[in-house]
């Protein structure tokens, strides 16, 4: 057990994980979000712009110098090579990041860790326990599209380069269903209280 209980939540991409770790955080919830993480280490001056420019290049800046993400993003989805060299030279650095992260909040209850490829990765190293975000294959296409604006066949190859939606529910020890919305914050609570049980088993009462 960790320092504090430490929850892993994961599930494919634009399955919906922000909405659900905000509903954890609207019930005081701790939130860490390695995707937050990872974007601010591409910032100017970060150690994660250093070297994603030094191997990809000028070419993924925009005139400004600032990494031009959404191109990054096309570029190594298009490429697995590139895609493994990205993930190779940042997640050293955000599985530092969220270790300190996490001891900072040793009074809470627990707290909620997202890591997009928690399964694929040695991040599983880092929680207590794992909730999956599931939704179709479908849903995922129609959120992509329209958030990240791009076309059909880029959301799908992003979407196959990652394990599937029953790779990953073979793996998790809870679930939450994301093509439903009605009585999501009621599941969300339901799974919050669980949590609860589980930090302080012989009272289950909240600090």
Known sequence: MKI?????????????????????????????DTDIISRHLLDIDQPGYR???????????????QINRRQLRVLVFSDKNQKKMLERLLHPMIFE????????HSAAAYVIVVIPLLFETRFQSLV??????NC??????????SRDDIDIELAREMI???WSNEERLSLAD?????????????RIASQHNKYLSLSYPTTGIER
Do not use: C, M, W, Y
């Open 97 to 104: 990041e969220t270790q300190h992260r996490i001891a900072q």
């Open 174 to 186: 809870d679930i939450i269903d994301n093509d439903r919305n009605h009585d999501l914050e009621t």
């Open 51 to 65: 070297e994603v420019v030094h191997h990809f290049g000028d070419k993924i800046l925009q005139s400004d110098r």
């Open 4 to 32: 504090v209980l430490t929850i892993g939540l994961t599930g494919g991409i634009a399955s919906g994980k922000s909405t659900i770790s905000n509903l954890f955080s609207s019930h005081g919830v701790p939130v860490i």
């Open 128 to 133: 207590d326990r794992t909730l999956v975000v």
């Open 136 to 145: 179709s294959e479908s849903t995922q296409i129609e959120r992509l599209i």
């Open 160 to 162: 196959a380069q990652q």
